[in-house]
């Protein structure tokens, strides 16, 4: 009997993209850039995080017509955002046939108070994450994959750490003695902290997002620990697209050779500008 | 013999994890040095253009055709691999995400002489067309998913994620 849209099969997809570079992308033009830099999968979009930034406005989902152009134009996984608690974009999104949606911070929430129920849907989700608490409540929901929330659309590495030291740590901080009072914390079933707590992982791959803006800050969250790296505005944000995609690719993949770092971030132009988290008016991590 | 895992992307950990389970010793292969003294090479699962263009990059690519060439190498890969090898000189025609998006990924029972009741789990997975000089060892319908060629092992599933170890078993016997 042939089974489909398991959660074996949602979260193996994403064990299938580790080690990679997930790319937002705005046009078909910057998606076959991303496939051909090495992405292993791009996140279509209409405006990248750092614009949305900029104009203040209410973000949606893409235009489904924007999403379907991009997929036909390459052959890698295609993921599109949906508004936190907007279940009916992800129908819309999960009708395109794309392979992976991201349940996003940085779109405006739909709902203050619910996540979509992520296990009602045949296609995997990826969730954002600031602490261990809301990345299991996120996988308890049903996504597939988490990443850190850090601060999209800032080029400011500085959120996307805290994120990724505060998940590790109190992975470590796990132990027979607190498992009780810590499930209680986190509102979770204490079968999937018990998990977390034998494996000292989490149950679905982990990568680092928001605020990527350098080969330097991708090899810089690898060797913290993640699985994989999310770059919003820090390619098409930055003077050399091209040779921005491909010098992250490759100093994700090799993060821990410092001199394959030093060649590959030479004469790359200006990254992205930065912003420093006191200048900020809205923090996404905090929706 | 020392056996090696292609670790620039993908289900590398994965198959880590299976070589662990039937207590074979085996290192991460990154860069040309680390291909070194190496009899079997596994490359995983993963996206095929990424695994491409990454070989490209470091200089594995060139030294593995050369090692095809030489026959110095016995190779095993999953899904991607399949679509690495068939680049690489194996005489394989895979299409690409030949069975479609991820919504029409799936878990199939197989049909196998050599390895009974072997699970498929199909990741976007690649499709098998032709397949001349070799052996077929599981399908699935009428379709191969489980091939051997010459020094080549491949399948468009994915033992490694369900820590399944035979056919990891049989590689290593080559």
């Known amino acids: 009997m042939v089974q489909k849209n398991t959660f074996l099969l949602k979260s193996g997809l994403a064990q299938m ?12 033009e910057q998606a076959e850039i991303a496939e051909e830099a090495g992405a292993v999968a791009v996140m279509a979009l209409e405006r990248i995080p750092f614009l949305i930034r900029q104009d203040k406005k209410v973000a949606r989902m893409s235009d489904p017509a924007m999403v379907r152009e991009i997929k036909r134009a390459v052959s890698i996984p295609v993921m599109a955002k949906v508004r936190i608690g907007h279940f009916v974009e992800a129908q819309i999104l999960e009708a ?14 739909a709902d203050e108070e619910n996540h979509i129920n ?3 849907f045949k296609l995997p989700f990826v969730c954002g994450a600031r602490n261990l608490g809301e990345a299991l409540r996120r996988i308890a929901e049903g996504a597939a994959m988490i990443r850190t929330k850090g601060e999209a659309g800032t080029g400011n590495i500085v959120e996307a750490v805290r994120h990724l030291r505060k998940i590790n740590r109190e992975i470590g901080e796990l132990t027979s003695t607190n498992l009780e009072k810590k499930t209680k914390e986190y509102g979770v079933d ?36 993640a699985e994989g790296v999310f770059v919003g505005s820090g ?6 697209p091209k040779q921005m995609a491909k010098a992250i690719v490759e100093a ?14 030479k004469n790359l132009g200006a990254a992205m500008e930065g912003v420093e988290m006191e200048n900020l008016e809205t923090e996404f991590a905090n929706r | 013999m020392k056996v090696g895992i292609l670790a620039l992307q993908g289900s590398f ?11 074979q010793p085996f290192v991460l292969v990154k860069t040309k040095q680390d291909l070194e003294g190496l009899t079997h090479l596994i490359i995983p699962g993963g996206e095929s253009t990424t695994l491409e263009k990454l070989l490209k990059k470091s200089g594995l690519w060139e030294e593995l055709e050369k090692k095809i060439k030489k026959k110095e190498l016995k190779f095993f890969g999953t899904c991607a691999g399949a679509i ?8 394989l025609q895979v299409e690409r995400n030949g069975y479609g998006a991820q919504q029409n990924s799936f878990v199939e029972k197989l049909e196998s002489e050599m390895f009974p009741e072997l699970g498929g789990v199909f990741i976007r997975a690649p499709r098998f067309k032709v397949q001349k000089n070799s052996k077929i060892l599981a399908r699935m319908g009428n379709e191969p998913v489980l091939i051997e060629q010459d020094k080549f092992l491949t399948s468009s599933f994915h033992p490694e994620l369900i820590g399944e170890t035979r056919v990891h078993e049989y590689f290593l016997k080559k």
């Open chain 1, 17 to 28: 993209l580790k080690g990679g570079v997930i790319m937002d992308v705005m046009n078909v």
């Open chain 1, 118 to 120: 992520k296990n009602d």
């Open chain 1, 96 to 109: 395109l046939d794309i392979d992976f949606i991201d349940e996003s911070e940085v779109l405006t929430p």
């Open chain 1, 252 to 265: 994700t993949t090799h993060f821990q050779d410092s001199e394959l770092l030093a060649r590959v971030s």
């Open chain 1, 190 to 225: 204490v079968k999937l902290v018990r998990m977390v707590k034998e494996k000292k992982k989490l149950p679905v791959v982990n990568f680092a997002a928001g605020g990527i803006a350098t080969p330097a800050d991708a090899a810089l969250m690898m060797q913290l620990g």
């Open chain 2, 13 to 23: 950990a994965e198959h880590g994890v299976v070589l662990d389970k039937i207590k």
């Open chain 1, 235 to 240: 390619i098409f944000g930055s003077q050399n």
């Open chain 2, 84 to 91: 690495i090898f068939s680049k690489l000189g194996m005489d």
